[in-house]
C-alpha cells in the first residue's frame, strides 16, 4: 500500500508550483489563473534520511533505494465548493482518496499574482477551505443517515449502530468542531473509517512566503503558526518561488545557494517529512553489498507484516527477524562487531517494528 499525502488549498496560492519542485518535473502546469489545474497530478518523491548514506557505507552497499512518498496535487478549492462550486464537488473527491493533506497558505504580497479574494489573509484562507471540507462532511453524512434509518428500523443491527455513530458525529461538526475518534471502540473506528471524511484528514499547512522571508517567516507566517499550534497541527515554511529554482539546479550549485540564503536545507525536505510524520509512518531499513533500502510501515507494525513489504512470502512463512537499531549499530559501526557484542536482537511475530530497525528476516519457503 502506497502512501499519498494531498496538495490542497485555494487558487494560486502556489499548489502547484510546489509539486513540480516536489517531484522536480513541469507535470502539473502553473499559470495565474483560477483552476488551471483540474485532473490531479501524482508525483513519488524520495524521503530524504541521513541515516541511509551511512548504512550503504557500513556495509558498502552497491545503490541506496530511498523511502518514497506520493504526493498528489489537487486543484484549487474556492467557497461553496462543497455546492459544487468551481468544478468543488469533484476536487472534493479527490481529497477523500489521500491519506493526508498539506495545506499550502499563501503567506506573500504579490501584485502578478491574482489572490481569488482580492488581499491577503491567510486565516481566512484556511478557514474557507477547512469550512468547505466541513460542509461537504455534513452533506455526505445526512445523505448516509436518511439511508441508515430505513435499515435501521428492521433487524439490522448495523446499520441501528452506524446510525448512532452518524449522528453523534454531526453532532459535532453542526457546531463547527472536528470529530475526534480517538475514543471510539475498535468496531465504531471500522464504521468511522467507512465515512472518509475529510475534515478528519491528517493535516499539515505549508505556509508559502515570499524568498526573503523563507529562512525566518513573515508576519503572515507567524500568524498560521500560532494559529497551527492552538490546533496542534505541524507547519512547513516554505518559498515556492525558492524551491523551484532548486529543484532546477545540480547538487554542487544547490548547495551553494541554499547557504546563501542562510538555509539548513531545501524546504521540501522539512514538508516531506513532517508529511512522513503526520502520516504516522516509520522507516526500517535493510542493508548488505547488494543495495541499502528505505521500507516505510505505519507506526506499532508487527515484524511479520513488516516482512510482507519486502514480499508477501516473507509474511506467509516468517519465522523471526535478527534486527538491530541504527542508533545501537553506528556505535559499532559494523555489524559482526556489534553481533559478537551481542546487540542483534531476535525478535518473534508480536514484535512492532521501531523507527531505525535493520531487519533481517527469516522465514520458510
Given at each position: 500500500?502506497?502512501?499519498?499525502?494531498?496538495?490542497?488549498?485555494?487558487?494560486?496560492?502556489?499548489?502547484?508550483t510546489?509539486?513540480?519542485?516536489?517531484?522536480?518535473t513541469?507535470?502539473?502546469q502553473?499559470?495565474?489563473?483560477?483552476?488551471?489545474?483540474?485532473?490531479?497530478?501524482?508525483?513519488?518523491v524520495?524521503?530524504?534520511?541521513?541515516?541511509?548514506?551511512?548504512?550503504?557505507?557500513?556495509?558498502?552497499?552497491i545503490?541506496?533505494?530511498?523511502?518514497?512518498?506520493?504526493?498528489?496535487?489537487?486543484?484549487g478549492?474556492?467557497?461553496?465548493?462543497?455546492?459544487?462550486e468551481?468544478?468543488?464537488?469533484?476536487?472534493?473527491?479527490?481529497?477523500?482518496?489521500?491519506?493526508?493533506?498539506?495545506?499550502?497558505?499563501?503567506?506573500?504580497?504579490?501584485?502578478?499574482?491574482t489572490?481569488?479574494?482580492?488581499?491577503i489573509?491567510?486565516?481566512?484562507?484556511?478557514?474557507?477551505?477547512?469550512?468547505?471540507?466541513?460542509?461537504?462532511?455534513?452533506?455526505?453524512?445526512?445523505?448516509?443517515?436518511?439511508?441508515?434509518?430505513?435499515?435501521?428500523?428492521?433487524?439490522?443491527?448495523?446499520?441501528?449502530?452506524?446510525?448512532?455513530?452518524?449522528?453523534?458525529?454531526?453532532?459535532?461538526?453542526?457546531?463547527?468542531?472536528?470529530?475526534?475518534e480517538?475514543?471510539?471502540?475498535?468496531?465504531?473506528?471500522?464504521?468511522?473509517?467507512?465515512?472518509?471524511?475529510?475534515?478528519?484528514?491528517?493535516?499539515?499547512y505549508?505556509?508559502?512566503?515570499?524568498?526573503?522571508?523563507?529562512?525566518?517567516?513573515?508576519?503572515?507566517s507567524?500568524v498560521?503558526?500560532?494559529?497551527?499550534?492552538?490546533?496542534?497541527?505541524?507547519?512547513a515554511?516554505?518559498?515556492?518561488?525558492?524551491?523551484?529554482?532548486?529543484?532546477?539546479?545540480?547538487?554542487?550549485?544547490?548547495?551553494?545557494?541554499?547557504?546563501?540564503l542562510?538555509?539548513?536545507?531545501?524546504?521540501?525536505?522539512?514538508?516531506?517529512?513532517?508529511?512522513?510524520?503526520?502520516?504516522?509512518?516509520?522507516?526500517?531499513?535493510?542493508?548488505?553489498?547488494?543495495?541499502?533500502?528505505?521500507?516505510?510501515?505505519?507506526?506499532f507494525?508487527?515484524?511479520?507484516?513488516?516482512?510482507?513489504?519486502?514480499?508477501?512470502?516473507?509474511?506467509?512463512?516468517?519465522?523471526?527477524?535478527?534486527?538491530?537499531?541504527?542508533?545501537?549499530?553506528?556505535?559499532?559501526?559494523?555489524?559482526?562487531?556489534?553481533?559478537?557484542?551481542?546487540?542483534?536482537?531476535?525478535?518473534?511475530?508480536?514484535?512492532?517494528?521501531?523507527?531505525?530497525?535493520?531487519?533481517?528476516?527469516?522465514?520458510?519457503?
Amino acid at each position: 500500500m502506497g502512501f499519498r499525502c494531498g496538495i490542497i488549498g485555494l487558487p494560486n496560492v502556489g499548489k502547484s508550483t510546489l509539486f513540480n519542485a516536489l517531484t522536480r518535473t513541469s507535470l502539473a502546469q502553473s499559470e495565474n489563473y483560477p483552476f488551471c489545474t483540474i485532473e490531479p497530478n501524482i508525483g513519488e518523491v524520495d524521503v530524504p534520511d541521513d541515516r541511509l548514506e551511512i548504512l550503504s557505507e557500513i556495509n558498502e552497499s552497491i545503490q541506496i533505494l530511498p523511502a518514497r512518498l506520493t504526493f498528489v496535487d489537487i486543484a484549487g478549492l474556492v467557497k461553496g465548493a462543497s455546492q459544487g462550486e468551481g468544478l468543488g464537488n469533484q476536487f472534493l473527491s479527490n481529497i477523500r482518496e489521500v491519506d493526508a493533506v498539506a495545506h499550502v497558505v499563501r503567506c506573500f504580497e504579490d501584485d502578478n499574482i491574482t489572490h481569488v479574494n482580492g488581499y491577503i489573509n491567510p486565516l481566512e484562507d484556511i478557514e474557507i477551505i477547512e469550512t468547505e471540507l466541513l460542509l461537504s462532511d455534513i452533506g455526505n453524512l445526512e445523505k448516509r443517515a436518511s439511508s441508515l434509518e430505513k435499515k435501521a428500523k428492521g433487524s439490522d443491527k448495523e446499520a441501528k449502530e452506524k446510525l448512532l455513530l452518524v449522528n453523534k458525529i454531526l453532532e459535532e461538526l453542526n457546531k463547527g468542531l472536528i470529530f475526534d475518534e480517538s475514543e471510539l471502540d475498535e468496531t465504531n473506528k471500522k464504521y468511522f473509517s467507512e465515512f472518509s471524511l475529510l475534515s478528519s484528514k491528517r493535516m499539515i499547512y505549508v505556509c508559502n512566503v515570499n524568498e526573503e522571508s523563507a529562512s525566518s517567516g513573515n508576519k503572515y507566517s507567524k500568524v498560521v503558526e500560532e494559529y497551527a499550534a492552538s490546533k496542534k497541527i505541524k507547519v512547513a515554511r516554505i518559498s515556492a518561488s525558492i524551491e523551484s529554482q532548486i529543484s532546477q539546479l545540480s547538487d554542487e550549485e544547490r548547495d551553494e545557494y541554499i547557504d546563501s540564503l542562510e538555509l539548513e536545507e531545501p524546504g521540501l525536505n522539512t514538508l516531506i517529512r513532517e508529511g512522513y510524520s503526520t502520516l504516522d509512518l516509520v522507516t526500517y531499513f535493510t542493508s548488505g553489498p547488494k543495495e541499502t533500502r528505505a521500507w516505510t510501515i505505519k507506526r506499532f507494525t508487527l515484524a511479520p507484516e513488516s516482512a510482507g513489504k519486502i514480499h508477501t512470502d516473507f509474511e506467509k512463512g516468517f519465522i523471526r527477524a535478527e534486527t538491530i537499531n541504527y542508533e545501537e549499530l553506528i556505535k559499532f559501526n559494523d555489524f559482526q562487531k556489534a553481533k559478537d557484542a551481542g546487540k542483534v536482537r531476535l525478535e518473534g511475530k508480536e514484535y512492532e517494528v521501531q523507527d531505525g530497525d535493520i531487519m533481517n528476516f527469516r522465514f520458510n519457503n
